[in-house]
């Protein structure tokens, strides 16, 4: 069964820095491509970040960019999400999701792109 389990969110200082992992299970995941998303209470759901599959190529929303990078280690079947110089505008569930239909060496921050999901993890920027 296909699965992604994204760990490491948490509350943090403004300022400060987390990593997410977004962990497959069930498949290679460097065959497709992952997006990162977002959702904050009563806002829409927001791509964030993406990395193609074989980690070719990224993308990263202009709200983030400067602030988080993607990488992807085939050798553990994870992506991750580097997030730094955090705000408290970044206060979200981040979920990761699959591409299972990539175009090689692309990768879009259109949630409709993507296939399955994970359940999400909480990040709460917060003095």
């Known amino acids: 069964q296909l699965q992604l389990v994204e760990s490491g969110g948490g509350l943090v200082q403004p300022g400060g820095s987390l990593r997410l992992s977004c962990v497959a299970s069930?498949?290679?995941?460097?065959?497709?491509?992952i997006g990162w998303f977002r959702q904050a209470p009563g806002r829409e759901r927001e791509g964030v970040s993406c990395?193609?599959?074989?980690?070719?190529?990224?993308k990263i929303a202009d709200s983030v960019k400067g602030r988080f990078t993607v990488s992807r280690d085939i050798s553990k079947n994870t992506v991750y999400l580097q997030m730094n110089s955090l705000k408290s505008e970044d206060t979200a569930v981040y979920f990761c999701?699959?591409?299972?239909?990539?175009?090689?060496?692309?990768?879009?921050?259109?949630?409709?792109?993507?296939?399955?999901w994970g359940q999400g993890t909480q990040v709460t920027v917060s003095s």
């Open positions: 990395i193609s599959s074989w980690g070719k190529a990224t």
């Open positions: 999701a699959a591409d299972e239909n990539p175009i090689p060496d692309f990768c879009m921050l259109h949630s409709g792109r993507y296939d399955n």
């Open positions: 069930g498949f290679n995941s460097y065959y497709y491509a």
